[in-house]
């Protein structure tokens, strides 16, 4: 026990030290922007007693982003927080979008606090990035970089020689961000009324995630594998007493998973390909209703220049839910039954115009055996180096309301953003 | 004494022939190929900050302001490219990997440090515009003699500087005809290119606006390319410049997309 705290007092000495040298950093770097962001259902649905509600989001926000290194470059410190006031909200408050501090060695660099890690070679379609998202700002149009959250980890980036391994810790689990009813109509597949109880995770030891991966060239191939140990981040629902319930618990199962991806060049493009295994550990045989089934994703993708400026991405997505016989077995009348095997479709179509100030992009989300779909057509134009101005639409199509894109099909909406960097 | 003549006679012929000839000139594609190797290729490693301002006819301005280095492989025409950008404020931070290939399709990676996503690049186009300037990708990396024929059209002053005057035919499709050069014939770089379209018009131009010898190297530190067309050029000011500081490898890898070095920031 003490020399586990021996260890420790040297460890945070050493971060002491580090720091110490910090202080006599170059000077830090200060940038951010300003941006107004505002997002209009035009589905026309109503929305209750309360009235029209077409605004799905209205907000001005402040970024400020901080950056340090010291004067070797061993150490360093970044930050973004943004200051924010949301009129559908009818609230302002304050977002730590990052704050971490690096510790760069030769062989090995450690980041510690709040921050954004992206795997996967897949796009907005994600086999094994199992860190948080926020689904909501996807839908509302707001810029791409809010579909990531920041989590409070620890990170440590190895690289000994031939291969990189990278290790986060998350010590306190978040979920990821749905849309909810305070801003989208949402069909409620439990009866009227039923009050929500959310688990809250205990800050325990035993509920820290681990993900891990490790990287490697083989030519100019990129491979990585995968393994983490975390939660369904997407909730689990169920009431308390099917004959007659009084509430919804809503819950985070525990998930492992394990993955691989390639991506390289080929014919011109790139293609990328990515599978994973979903162990969903408290629901093995597939006999829970209310969770997950373990299951298998593959994602195969190619993206090629059509002409000057111009690219074509696809890519196809299969998800293929296991033991699907006890989960068939097991489902409650009236509730609809998913597929077995789940096809998804992407295209994205980028054109670049004006010298690359205006970029043109539409991107759809076709589910093959869902029959639904999701369209996101942009246009982006730098007006100057500082000014940034994007229209756009979330579009959804859907057949049935429980599919992924057909729960929200009434949220149809057009989104403009303006920013000012600095 | 028959021995003496004929020797006697060689050395006369020889001296005639000496005599008679003009000065050698190295064969068209040999002087293309120094000139690259100059311009593209100088020393075994780069480092150079470079500031864009791309003008357009109105007389609005936009900056790119980034962190170039360079790294020339084992083989000839292997090198590698790491970019930081320093500006314009929305892309700050964002790094950009090439790997760049005598004979196949460049490999390109970009990193967008909002959402820490390295991203591949699809990339079989390297007569596309840099970042939105009158530059293309291969305007910055350069290209492999064997993409162009090349005859030597003259010998030539230009402000000064005795040029060879090429001519070169891209062998492949491309957005040019054909293209004029004018190479230094002591220092072998290009003072001067026009590019023709196929109605013998010159839609772009590119002059060496300021030369240095730095390292050992001589190296154009501001240079400009007009379009045209549009009517907007491009200048570009190399800052800082160095050669051959033993960049080590793994700064053109993955891993330093997404982790920029201090030294590049």
């Known amino acids: ?422 | 004494m028959n021995k003496v003549l004929m020797r006697l006679a060689c050395l006369v012929c020889l001296t005639g022939l000496l005599t008679g000839a003009a000065p050698a000139q190295p064969p068209a594609a040999e002087i293309e190929k120094r000139s690259l190797d100059s311009f593209y290729a100088a020393g075994r490693d780069m480092r150079v900050r470079v500031s864009m301002v791309l003008t357009n006819q109105q007389g609005g301005e936009r900056k790119r302001e980034l962190t170039m280095l360079r790294k020339n492989m084992g083989s000839v025409g292997d090198q590698r490219y790491y970019m930081y950008f320093h500006a314009p404020p929305d892309v700050r931070g964002t790094t950009f990997l090439i790997w760049k290939y005598p004979i196949k399709d460049d490999d390109r990676w970009i990193f967008i440090p909002a959402i820490k996503l390295v991203r591949r690049i699809a990339a079989s186009d390297r007569r596309s515009s840099f970042v939105g300037s009158d530059f293309t990708y291969e305007d910055v990396s350069g290209r492999d003699v064997t993409d162009e024929t090349h005859s030597l059209l003259r010998s030539e002053a230009l402000d000064g500087r005795p040029c060879y005057v090429l001519e070169s035919r891209p062998v492949g499709s491309a957005d040019y005809a054909r293209r004029t050069s004018w190479i230094d014939t002591e220092r072998w770089i290009p003072l001067k290119e026009e590019y023709f379209d196929s109605h013998g018009r010159s839609i772009r131009v590119y002059t060496a606006d300021r030369v240095e010898e730095i390292g050992g190297h001589w190296t154009v530190t501001h240079r400009t390319m007009r379009n045209l067309q549009t009517g907007q050029r491009t200048e570009v000011t190399f800052q800082d410049v160095s050669y051959d500081q033993g960049l080590p490898d793994n700064l053109f890898m993955e891993r330093a997309l997404r982790e920029p070095p201090a030294s590049v920031r």
């Open chain 1, 1 to 422: 026990m003490r020399a586990r705290a021996r260890a420790v007092i040297t460890a945070l000495g050493a971060l002491g030290l580090t720091l110490t040298g910090a202080a006599s950093a170059r000077a830090v770097d200060i940038g951010g922007f300003a941006q107004v962001n505002y997002a209009a259902r035009i589905s026309g649905a109503p929305c209750g007693a309360a009235g029209p509600c077409d605004f799905l989001l209205g907000e001005e926000r402040l970024q400020l982003k901080l950056e340090g290194t010291s004067e070797q470059g061993r150490s360093g410190f970044a930050a973004k927080v943004d200051l924010f006031q949301d009129a559908v909200e009818n609230r302002a408050g304050v977002e730590v979008r990052e704050a971490f501090v690096n510790l760069t060695g030769k062989h090995a660099a450690l980041r510690v606090g709040r921050q954004i890690v992206t795997w996967g070679a897949g796009d907005l379609v994600f086999v094994n990035d199992v860190f948080p998202k926020d689904w909501a700002a996807l839908f509302t149009g707001r810029p791409m970089e809010y579909l990531k959250v920041g989590s409070g980890a620890l990170k440590v980036d190895l690289h000994p020689g031939a291969f990189d391994a990278e290790i986060v810790v998350l010590p306190i689990f978040q979920p990821d961000r749905f849309p909810t009813a305070n801003r989208f109509i949402l069909p409620d597949p439990f009866p009227p009324g039923l009050p929500r109880l959310e688990e809250q995770k205990d800050r325990s030891l035993a509920n820290a995630e681990l993900a891990g991966r490790i990287s490697h060239y083989l030519s100019d191939w990129g491979l990585s594998l995968y393994a983490c140990r975390t939660f369904f981040r997407t909730p689990a629902m169920a009431v308390d007493d099917p004959a007659a319930p009084s509430s919804v618990h809503i819950f985070y199962p525990r998930l492992n998973t394990y993955g691989v991806s390639a991506t390289g060049s080929f014919m011109g493009g790139v293609a990328s390909f990515e599978g994973g295994y979903l162990d969903s550990r408290e629901d093995r045989h597939g006999t829970n209703p209310a969770i997950e089934n373990s299951m298998l994703k593959g994602l195969a993708g190619y993206s090629y220049p059509l002409w000057r400026d111009a690219t074509l991405g696809l890519q196809g997505y299969l998800e293929r839910t296991l033991d699907y016989g006890a989960y068939r077995a097991t489902l409650p009348a009236g509730f609809p039954a998913r597929d077995e095997r789940r096809w998804l479709a992407t295209v994205r179509l980028t054109q670049l115009m004006w010298n690359q100030t205006l970029t043109g992009s539409l991107f759809a989300f076709w589910g093959v055996t869902d029959h639904d779909g999701y369209l996101i057509p942009s246009a982006r134009y730098a007006a100057t180096d500082n000014v940034l101005v994007e229209i756009g639409g979330n579009v959804f199509v859907a057949r049935d309301s429980h599919t992924m894109f057909g729960a929200l099909d009434r949220n149809d909406n057009v989104y403009a953003t303006v920013r000012y960097s600095f």
